[in-house]
């Protein structure tokens, strides 16, 4: 979509700023790819039920509920163990792959 062409519902644009990420209105999705910013529509792939995935969503929820929880000082020990093993992860995500993997 050429710069300028971006759609404008109820008089909003979607995007206003330099950088953003995830799906708008259901109608665009924005995303990063080899550090650049890109868009496109939404597929109807995009909104539909995953089978294969319904198992992992509610262990996912469980642990996204767990890393909120978590005080801040096990939330900086997750953070300081991720960049003392040389992984490129946030905190959170490294909480959360363990939590996935029953690693916790």
Same mark, same amino acid.
């Given at each position: 979509?050429?710069?300028?062409?971006?759609?404008?519902?109820?008089?909003?644009?979607?995007?206003?700023?330099?950088?953003?990420?995830?799906?708008?209105?259901?109608?665009?999705?924005?995303?990063?790819?080899?550090?650049?910013?890109?868009?496109? $529509?939404?597929?109807?792939?995009? +909104? @539909?039920?995953?089978?294969?995935? %319904?198992?992992?969503?509610? *262990?996912?929820? =469980?642990?996204?509920?767990?890393?909120?929880?978590?005080?801040?000082?096990?939330?900086?020990?997750?953070?300081?163990?991720? $960049?003392?093993?040389?992984?490129? +992860? @946030?905190?959170?995500?490294?909480? %959360?792959?363990?939590?996935? *993997?029953?690693? =916790?």
């Amino acid at each position: 979509m050429p710069i300028g062409t971006e759609p404008v519902v109820d008089g909003f644009l979607p995007l206003s700023s330099l950088s953003a990420w995830g799906m708008w209105n259901r109608e665009i999705i924005f995303f990063r790819y080899r550090g650049g910013d890109r868009r496109r $529509s939404v597929s109807v792939y995009d +909104l @539909s039920v995953k089978p294969h995935l %319904i198992p992992y969503q509610s *262990k996912f929820a =469980l642990a996204v509920a767990a890393w909120q929880v978590l005080p801040d000082p096990d939330k900086k020990y997750y953070s300081s163990t991720a $960049s003392r093993r040389g992984l490129q +992860l @946030s905190g959170y995500n490294f909480f %959360i792959s363990l939590f996935l *993997k029953d690693k =916790l």
